[in-house]
C-alpha cells in the first residue's frame, strides 16, 4: 500500500452546517450586538453564493454504519489550473467505478483518512488501473502566479498583515478561485487544511495516479503543502470520515482486513440520483470579506478580546445545500 505521506500525508472545508454559530445572546449592556461568522453566512444574500456543478463533485458512499445508517462523503474538486493531471486521472477512475468494493484502509489519529486498494502494493493481487492515466510531474504541486511583475487576479491576501496572519512563514495566504492558497510572488498552491482530499504516493519521483487518497482529519499538516497534489475538498459527510477507530499499525493502518470500512462506490455527482444543489460562498464577494473578518476578530457577545488574526484554514470557505 503505498503511504501518502512522507511515504504519504493530508481544506479545510467544513460544510455550512459544520461552521453555523449558535445564535448569539443578547447584547451585554454598553456592548453593540455583532454578528457571529456563522450569522453573516446564514445571512449573505443569493447572489453571493456560487453554484457547484454537480460534475465537480466525487460522491463517495461507504457500507451502512453498525445501526445501518448509510454513510456518504461528498467531495468537490479542484478547478483548474490547479492539480488537474490527478483531477483528469481521478474523473476516469471514478466513470470506471474503480473503486467500487475496495476500502479505508487507514485512519491515523490528528492526520488522515485513507483508501484505496488494500493490495495495491502487491502486483499479483492489485487491482488493474483503467486506461488512460496520465503521470503528472512534481512541477504540478504549483502553478506559476506570475503575471509581469504581480500575482495573476483574482488572487485575495487575507485581510490586511495588521490584522491577519499565517501558519507559514514561506509567502502570502489568501484566495485564488475560491480555494485557500499560498504564493510566494512567482507561484501559488493550494494548501493543506481540515478537510482537504491529497493523492497519496511513494517516494519521488513518484507523483501518485489519483487512485490512492486521503484527506486531513486532524491539525493542517502544511507541511505537506508543494510535497503532495492536492485534488479537493470535503464539503459534506466529513464525520463518516473522522469518526472511525484508528488504526493501530503503522502510520494508522488497519492490520486486519474485518478493520477496514468498505466502500460501496465512488461516482461524480453528475451520476448521483437526488443529490443536493451545493453552493459556495464567493471569496469575493461582500460577505465573504465579513466573514472572514469575523473569523479572524470574534467581537460576538461571547467573546472578551478580538484575536489580531486568523490561520488560513480557519477561515474556511462556507459550503452549504442551494434552499429549495
Known amino acids: 500500500m503505498r503511504l501518502a505521506l512522507p511515504l504519504l500525508s493530508a481544506a479545510a472545508l467544513c460544510t455550512a452546517a459544520a461552521m453555523a454559530q449558535s445564535p448569539a445572546p443578547p447584547a451585554a449592556a454598553g456592548k453593540l450586538a455583532v454578528l457571529s461568522p456563522g450569522e453573516i453566512v446564514a445571512s449573505a444574500p443569493a447572489g453571493d453564493w456560487v453554484a457547484i456543478d454537480p460534475a465537480d463533485l466525487l460522491v463517495m458512499d461507504l457500507a451502512p454504519d453498525r445501526d445501518g445508517r448509510a454513510r456518504r462523503v461528498v467531495i468537490q474538486l479542484m478547478p483548474p489550473p490547479f492539480s488537474q493531471g490527478w483531477v483528469g486521472n481521478i474523473r476516469k477512475l471514478a466513470a470506471a ?4 468494493g475496495l ?13 484505496g486498494d488494500p493490495d495495491g502494493e502487491d502486483r499479483k493481487k492489485a487491482r488493474a488501473l483503467p486506461e488512460g492515466l496520465v503521470t503528472p510531474p512534481e512541477s504540478e504541486y504549483v502553478v506559476r502566479a506570475w503575471c509581469g511583475g504581480h500575482i495573476c487576479p483574482p488572487f485575495l491576501p487575507v485581510g490586511q498583515p495588521t490584522n491577519m496572519i499565517d501558519g507559514s512563514t514561506n509567502g502570502t495566504a489568501g484566495f485564488l478561485k475560491n480555494w485557500a492558497v499560498r504564493q510566494d510572488g512567482r507561484d501559488a498552491w493550494p494548501v493543506h487544511c481540515y478537510g482537504m482530499v491529497g493523492v497519496g504516493r511513494g517516494l519521488p519521483p513518484d507523483t501518485g495516479t489519483g487512485a490512492e487518497l486521503y484527506t486531513v482529519i486532524g491539525h493542517a499538516p502544511r507541511h505537506l ?4 497534489a492536492l485534488v479537493g475538498r470535503v464539503i459534506a459527510g466529513i ?3 473522522s469518526s472511525l477507530p484508528r488504526g493501530t499499525g503503522a502510520l494508522g493502518f488497519y492490520e486486519k482486513p474485518e478493520e477496514r470500512v468498505a466502500i460501496t462506490s465512488i461516482r461524480l455527482g453528475n451520476e448521483v440520483a437526488a443529490l443536493p444543489r451545493y453552493q459556495y460562498l464567493s471569496t469575493e464577494s461582500a460577505s465573504f470579506a465579513r466573514y472572514a473578518d469575523a473569523r479572524a476578530n470574534r467581537r460576538d457577545a461571547f467573546f472578551i478580546q478580538p484575536a489580531g488574526g486568523a490561520d488560513i484554514c480557519n477561515i474556511p470557505v462556507p459550503v452549504r445545500a442551494a434552499p429549495k
Open 97 to 100: 467505478h474503480w473503486w467500487d
Open 103 to 115: 476500502a479505508i484502509v487507514r485512519v491515523q489519529d490528528n492526520y488522515v483518512v485513507q483508501w
Open 225 to 228: 503543502d508543494r510535497n503532495i
Open 239 to 241: 464525520e463518516h470520515l
